[in-house]
């Protein structure tokens, strides 16, 4: 599907200056999300390969893919971008909000992190074509700047 700049809903202007703002945060953010997954690990032993193996699957087979939660505002303007873009797309929600994920969810929000040099543990995560692209700050900067379209076609044309 091509879509013209006109098609694609303008980013929340508060949304996205707060998403970039998180990274300030970014180092407790990682602490917090390694010691939830082992902690929760010492309660039921999770395949970390396994889990591995499942996003390298999930990333690999849809031209784009988010990992979200549900109540979280950058998911939520995430998911509302992709939906006015036009581009189908899988979410997969891995809970409600960080503090209320399962041992599995946790381990994968981990495993997430190191998708992206900067290691980041928030939470939405995109795949366009395998590729992580960031969050909801960067999927903002590519509808802003009309980068959208040229970054899925790249995707397309590597498949």
């Given amino acids: 599907m091509t879509t013209s700049a006109n098609d694609f809903r303008s980013p929340n202007p508060v949304i996205k200056t707060a998403a970039k703002g998180m990274s300030i945060l970014r180092p407790i953010f990682q602490a917090e999300a390694e010691l939830q997954a082992n902690a929760l690990d010492i309660f039921r032993k999770i395949d970390r390969?396994?889990?591995a193996e499942n996003i390298l699957e999930n990333k690999t087979k849809d031209e784009v893919l988010i990992y979200t939660y549900g109540l979280s505002p950058f998911?939520?303007?995430a998911l509302e971008m992709l939906?006015?873009?036009?581009?189908?797309?899988?979410?997969i929600e891995l809970g409600a909000e960080w503090f209320l994920l399962g041992g599995e969810a946790s381990a994968t929000r981990?495993?997430?992190s190191r998708e992206l040099q900067v290691r980041s543990?928030?939470?939405p995560k995109i795949f366009i074509g395998g590729e992580c692209i960031g969050g909801c700050a960067e999927l903002?900067?590519?509808v802003e700047n009309n980068e959208l379209d040229e970054v899925v076609q790249q995707s397309r044309s590597k498949r």
């Fill in 49 to 51: 390969a396994g889990l």
């Fill in 75 to 77: 998911s939520k303007e």
């Fill in 83 to 91: 939906d006015a873009s036009g581009y189908e797309y899988r979410n």
């Fill in 110 to 112: 981990v495993l997430l």
């Fill in 121 to 123: 543990t928030s939470l």
């Fill in 140 to 142: 903002a900067s590519l």
